[in-house]
């Protein structure tokens, strides 16, 4: 699982490789995020209706944190598939509220996923938060 940023740096660890995308949190190149996690999973066998789950779940929490990140604020997406899709989305908000079960995304999120959690934390060096947005898919049964 990709872990929280536990010592205020920034950076995601996890215990095998992932795949980091960063972009501007404006709207013009978030279908990129959904590409590179539609790749990571057809690449690693997931059956067709799951890449289609999770490619509508990624571009979900992309938007939704695109929504809430300042001006000038950059996405980044860390996915890593180790028997899983785990996907992590976070920005820089001067809003510290993450996506939440208040809100229409965040039920189509928990619909697509196996996993889903958000959580805020300071932004390090500015006096924002960081939104984080992380689910996971698991490949259905007898797929692999």
Same mark, same amino acid.
């Given at each position: 699982m990709v872990q929280r940023d536990?010592?205020?740096?920034?950076?995601?660890? /996890?215990?095998?490789? @992932?795949?980091?995308?960063?972009l501007p949190a404006n709207g013009e190149l978030l279908f990129? =995020?959904?590409?590179v996690a539609e790749d990571?999973?057809?690449? /690693?066998?997931?059956? @067709?209706?799951e890449v289609a789950d999770l490619r509508l779940a990624v571009d979900e929490a992309v =938007?939704?944190?695109?929504r809430r990140a300042d001006d000038g604020a950059v996405l980044e997406c860390a996915f890593r598939c180790a028997?899983?899709?785990?996907?992590t989305v976070a920005t820089t908000s001067s809003w510290a509220f993450p996506p939440g079960p208040d809100e229409v995304g965040w039920h189509i999120l928990r619909a697509l996923t196996d996993s889903l959690d958000a959580w805020t934390e300071p932004a390090p060096g500015t006096d924002g938060w960081r939104l984080c947005v992380e689910f996971a898919v698991e490949?259905?049964?007898?797929?692999?």
């Open positions: 536990t010592d205020g740096t920034g950076v995601l660890t /996890a215990a095998s490789p @992932v795949v980091e995308l960063r990129l =995020a959904r590409l990571i999973a057809a690449s /690693a066998e997931f059956a @067709v209706d =938007a939704a944190q695109a028997g899983r899709m785990t996907v490949p259905f049964p007898g797929q692999r």
